[in-house]
């Protein structure tokens, strides 16, 4: 069975703290990774999309690095401000059932304290 | 970008009855659109896969017969849900491909939250 998993499941940090979160999967076989962003009550924020070729992206203080190999990736968040407290989401698009679809972690709730 | 749009945001119904809500591509064509399902602090779940043209493709444990889904067009799909029950209280994210193939990014829409009274 194809799952994502992601620790820690909350985290709390006070502001300026370099932070990373990870997200593990079971089959390496992927297109894609992703990483999204949450706040309450919202829908969904695209942050870093790693190709399976690729070994990271960077967006601003935001670093996402991947290893097919042993089914991991990590966010790297520099510099961590109180803005960045949402839930962040790891999904990963395997490559299966005839057709492929993304897979979500149950994510890792951020806040950041003044 | 690449925008989805989804409509309702809000919607609150009595039991028994139906809801839909739409999913739009607004800037680009979308062949395949997803519908996920969401509880409180739990992550998205698949419930269907929608491609243009066929039928929708169901997870397991997903009612077809309650969850209808449309995708009438390349920028439009549509989830029924019907005969609401309270349980089917959740929020109901879509997300649509930009492209083709497993390297094309996926866009989401904002949710949809749905109250069942």
């Known amino acids: 069975k194809q799952e994502v998993t992601q620790i820690p499941a909350a985290l709390s940090v006070p502001e300026g703290e370099n932070l990373v979160l990870n997200c593990s999967f079971t089959d390496s076989a992927i297109y894609n990774l992703q990483w999204f962003r949450q706040d309450p009550g919202k829908g969904l924020t695209s942050l870093l999309l790693?190709?399976?070729?690729?070994r990271e992206q960077t967006s601003g203080r935001l670093n996402a690095s991947l290893d097919k190999s042993s089914g991991r990736s990590t966010l790297y968040i520099a510099a961590s401000q109180p803005g960045d407290s949402a839930t962040y989401l790891c999904?990963?698009?395997?490559?299966?059932?005839?057709?492929?679809?993304?897979?979500f972690g149950a994510g890792t709730r951020l806040a950041v304290h003044p | 970008g690449a925008v989805v749009s989804q409509h309702p945001s809000r919607v609150i119904c009595k039991s028994g009855t139906s809801v839909k809500i739409e999913c739009r591509s607004l800037?680009?064509?979308?062949?395949?659109m997803f519908w996920y399902r969401q509880f409180p602090k739990q992550s998205l779940m698949l419930m269907a896969t929608?491609?243009?043209?066929?039928?929708?493709?169901?997870e397991q444990g997903v009612e077809k017969d309650k969850f209808l889904i449309n995708h009438a067009s390349l920028t439009l799909s549509t989830l029924t849900v019907t005969s609401a029950h309270p349980e089917d209280s959740s929020f109901y994210i879509c997300?649509?491909?930009?492209?083709?193939?497993?390297?094309?990014?996926?866009?989401f829409g904002n949710g949809t939250r749905l109250t069942v009274t």
């Open positions: 800037d680009f064509q979308a062949t395949t």
């Open positions: 929608s491609n243009e043209g066929s039928k929708a493709t169901y």
């Open positions: 999904a990963v698009r395997f490559i299966s059932g005839g057709y492929n679809k993304l897979i």
């Open positions: 997300s649509a491909r930009d492209g083709t193939g497993g390297f094309s990014p996926l866009h």
């Open positions: 790693i190709q399976s070729s690729q």
